[in-house]
């Protein structure tokens, strides 16, 4: 049994209610045992409990179909543990159609074809590396996230046909810290890390975690990259 899973065990023992524990299921269950370490501070939070209430009021009185299944809500954790993220790449919200969203963002499961933005995200590949096999078929991008691409939405989880319908749910509130544990801890390590920010939520995001920390200069060993969101309606 790993220190992190015993953490886990031990934080459910001693710091929640049944009912409490009953709420953070999903997240006992299936967030990656670092990155529920890390994370373990906002889960008793009423924003974080508020997100909880929010999405059995979603399941179980509107009875709406929530994407993506609840299984991979967190598998931007599990498939790029803390310890192994070298890239950040920030989208907005999952994909709202059936055997779309799995968890990552600008992904898609297999055999759905690569969406629009990713399309573009294909073609500048292959406009900078001759050697990359644009296969505009293939969505599926859980092989950048096992070498260390963290694929994260800012919203985690959105009503089927309905796009942004969990942006303010209080997931932003999370993912925000999300990014922020990445920061502090390899601001203190020295681990490199990567951040390719397309549009202006991203940007905003990540500027504003900075700005907080009110910080001379980013450290040497973190890289911001900006540029427009890869939709077909920004990129050109």
Not at 88 to 111: C, E, R
Not at 148 to 169: D, E, F, I, M, Q
Request: hydrophobic share 40%; net charge neutral; proline share 4%.
């Amino acid at each position: 049994v790993s220190q992190s899973t015993t953490f886990k065990s031990k934080y459910a023992d001693e710091n929640l209610s049944d009912l409490q524990r009953k709420m953070l299921s999903l997240e006992i269950d299936t967030l990656e045992d670092t990155w529920f370490e890390k994370l373990s501070s906002e889960f008793k939070k009423p924003y974080f409990l508020g997100i909880k209430s929010f999405l059995a009021n979603e399941k179980n009185v509107k009875k709406a179909t929530i994407f993506p299944p609840e299984e991979d809500v967190y598998s931007w954790s599990r498939l790029t543990p803390f310890k192994d993220v070298r890239v950040v790449i920030i989208g907005q919200d999952p994909y709202h159609n059936f055997n779309q969203a799995h968890g990552l963002a600008f992904s898609v499961k297999k055999p759905t074809p690569a969406p629009p933005s990713l399309k573009n995200i294909y073609k500048e590949l292959k406009n900078n590396y001759d050697d990359f096999q644009v296969d505009n078929k293939v969505g599926d991008l859980t092989c950048w996230a096992e070498q260390g691409v963290l694929l994260l939405n800012t919203a985690l989880t959105v009503r089927a046909h309905n796009a942004n319908s969990h942006a303010k749910c209080g997931w932003s509130q999370f993912t925000r810290r999300v990014v922020e544990v990445l920061i502090e801890d390899r601001e203190k390590t020295g681990g490199d890390l990567v951040f390719l920010l397309w549009g202006n939520n991203a940007i905003k995001l990540v500027e504003g975690i900075f700005a907080q920390h009110k910080a001379a200069a980013i450290a040497d060993n973190i890289l911001v990259l900006k540029s427009v969101h890869t939709t077909p309606l920004s990129a050109s």
